[in-house]
């Protein structure tokens, strides 16, 4: 895997080789068609991304953490996604994060030598004190990122649950990692520029880790995000709404459930839905383990 022309995801297509001479139309239908083949590409490699995201789920219902780990645009979109987490689905921080290979300027700022740093991907892991209960998801688009390697290795020596995303077939990272998910996209438009189709494909596959896991985490009712942190005026407007669709209650009463339990959805509507207050609001989804529609079910009521 040192020889980069082994690589799909390196190879230049010839489909593109008249790029620089397209108009732009040209050009934005020639890479909207390319695009188009990524959601294909992530359907194939369905039973892997299936098994890993259950695996994980199983350790994080057991307290475990989500750790994402790469460098460049893998990288950075590992600390999209974890950072979407706790504004969405109110995790603490630490509960779902990112390491990236040249620490948080890495995340604006160029740093591509870093991706090399074998003892830093491994010191990495040790520092965040990675154990048993804790998913790592290496993300690397050649599958040989030493940086990454290092990082899994290090995270499946701990017993950490590991997991290697890549965007080429039978890479060092998917034999270092417990659980494979190759999405093969083939090359890109601009010849090794990853950014593009294995960066929308990564960027698929995490949408789908973190929002399943948390879903099977109980984080949601329905398709209601109820676990919102509800920090601006829009995301108090989609509480209020959440609340009335899920109770029937008027806009007013819906309102004052949310302002009497903190703006907590789970809680205003378990505390509407059989007029508790707070306290006991929040014992009974503590009952449920934090689960709305098991605290809504728990007399038998509101399948």
């Known amino acids: 895997?040192?020889?980069?022309?082994?690589?799909?995801?390196?190879?230049?297509?010839?489909?593109?080789?008249?790029?620089d001479a397209m108009s732009v139309g040209e050009l934005a239908a020639t890479m909207n068609a390319a695009d188009a083949t990524v959601p294909a590409a992530v359907a194939a490699a369905l039973p892997s991304i299936?098994?890993?995201?259950?695996?994980?789920?199983?350790?994080?219902?057991?307290?475990?953490?989500?750790?994402?780990?790469?460098?460049?645009?893998p990288g950075r979109l590992g600390v999209l996604d974890a950072s979407e987490c706790p504004p969405t689905f109110s995790t603490p921080p630490e509960q779902v994060f990112a390491i990236i290979a040249g620490g948080e300027s890495a995340i604006v700022s160029?740093?591509?030598?870093?991706?090399?740093?074998?003892e830093a991907g491994a010191a990495g892991v040790a520092e965040a004190g990675i154990g048993p209960l804790d998913t790592v998801v290496g993300v690397a688009s050649s599958g040989r990122t030493p940086?990454?390697?290092?990082?899994?290795?290090?995270?499946?020596?701990?017993?950490?649950?590991?997991?290697?995303?890549?965007?080429?077939?039978?890479t060092p990272l998917s034999a270092a990692a417990e659980h494979a998910?190759?999405?093969?996209?083939?090359?890109?438009?601009?010849?090794?520029?990853?950014?593009?189709k294995a960066g929308t494909a990564q960027k698929l596959v995490l949408n789908m880790f973190s929002t399943i896991v948390m879903v099977r985490l109980g984080k949601t009712?329905?398709?209601?995000?109820?676990?919102?942190?509800?920090?601006?005026?829009?995301?108090?407007?989609?509480?209020?709404?959440?609340?009335?669709?899920i109770t029937g209650a008027g806009r007013e009463e819906a309102l004052a459930a949310l302002d009497a339990n903190g703006f907590n959805v789970k809680q205003a509507v378990v505390a509407s839905r059989f007029d508790l207050s707070p306290q006991d609001a929040a014992a009974r989804l503590a009952r449920a383990g934090g689960r709305l529609r098991t605290a809504l079910e728990e007399r038998g009521e509101w399948a």
Do not use: H, Q
């Open 221 to 245: 009712y329905g398709n209601l995000m109820v676990d919102v942190k509800a920090s601006n005026g829009k995301l108090r407007e989609r509480a209020v709404r959440m609340v009335r669709t």
């Open 110 to 118: 160029p740093c591509e030598g870093a991706e090399d740093d074998e």
């Open 147 to 170: 940086y990454v390697l290092a990082a899994v290795r290090r995270a499946r020596e701990r017993g950490a649950l590991t997991v290697g995303l890549s965007c080429n077939a039978g």
């Open 1 to 19: 895997m040192n020889n980069l022309s082994e690589l799909t995801t390196e190879s230049a297509d010839p489909r593109f080789a008249g790029i």
């Open 181 to 196: 998910i190759e999405v093969l996209v083939g090359p890109e438009v601009i010849s090794g520029s990853t950014r593009l």
């Open 50 to 73: 299936t098994a890993a995201i259950e695996a994980a789920a199983a350790r994080m219902e057991a307290g475990g953490r989500l750790v994402y780990v790469g460098a460049g645009t």
